[in-house]
């Protein structure tokens, strides 16, 4: 049973020491958690000028944008998979 969960678990995590650390905790992670963090502050502000009704078609176009460039990701990678097959 243990050994079974293990296999589990290693098909998502990698073993100790296999790939180099991510560098979760670098300067340049909080320099990218920085500028997310005030362009949030920014677009919160400025959307607070915004009727309901634009901040609704605002929203809509992200979602349409945004799996729209999903899906081209997804396909992408799906073709780049197969040449290399």
Do not use: C
Request: glycine share 8%.
């Amino acid at each position: 049973m243990i050994d079974g969960i293990k296999r589990l678990f290693h098909i998502f995590f990698s073993g100790i020491g296999e790939y180099p650390p991510g560098g979760l905790f670098s300067l340049g992670h909080f320099v990218m958690l920085t500028i997310t963090v005030l362009g949030i502050i920014m677009a919160l502000n400025k959307t607070l000028q915004y009727s309901y009704e634009k901040i609704r078609a605002l929203t809509r176009r992200l979602i349409i944008f945004l799996s729209v460039m999903e899906v081209l990701k997804i396909t992408s990678i799906s073709k780049l998979a197969m040449v290399h097959s």
